[in-house]
Nanobody, 122 residues
Framework: QVQLVESGGGLVQAGGSLRLSCAAS????????MGWFRQAPGKEREFVAGINRSGLNTYYADSVKGRFTISRDNAKNTVVLQMNSLKPEDTAVYYC???????????????WGQGTQVTVSS
């Protein structure tokens, strides 16, 4: 398994940008597809973006398509979520996780990081 640590969250005005990073420890990072998820207060954790092991295929929730970009660097054991044109409804704790199942759904991911808070003001 891998251990994951997120960073880069903060407070930003609507329309602004943030770049989240997830650092992985362990020698098997490239063996896992990776995902970003978020959880807003009172809501369930939801899928935001995913990337396969090579980084060639990416997947996005409809709510963030065209605004967010996921990427990874297997040499540096990192996965990044670039978030542009942020909206107040993007406010949540953001988590990265490794895929242990087959789908890009919460139940197929594990090794959750501690999360990083993103707050978008209107």
């Amino acid at each position: 398994q891998v251990q994951l640590v997120e960073s880069g969250g903060g407070l930003v005005q609507a329309g602004g940008s943030l770049r989240l990073s997830c650092a992985a420890s362990g020698r098997t990072f490239s063996s896992y597809a990776m995902g970003w998820f978020r959880q807003a207060p009172g809501k369930e954790r939801e899928f935001v973006a995913g990337i396969n092991r090579s980084g060639l295929n990416t997947y996005y929730a409809d709510s963030v398509k065209g605004r967010f970009t996921i990427s990874r660097d297997n040499a540096k054991n990192t996965v990044v979520l670039q978030m542009n044109s942020l909206k107040p409804e993007d406010t949540a704790v953001y988590y990265c996780a490794a895929q242990y199942g087959l789908k890009y759904e919460v139940r197929d991911f594990g090794s959750w990081g501690q999360g990083t808070q993103v707050t978008v003001s209107s």
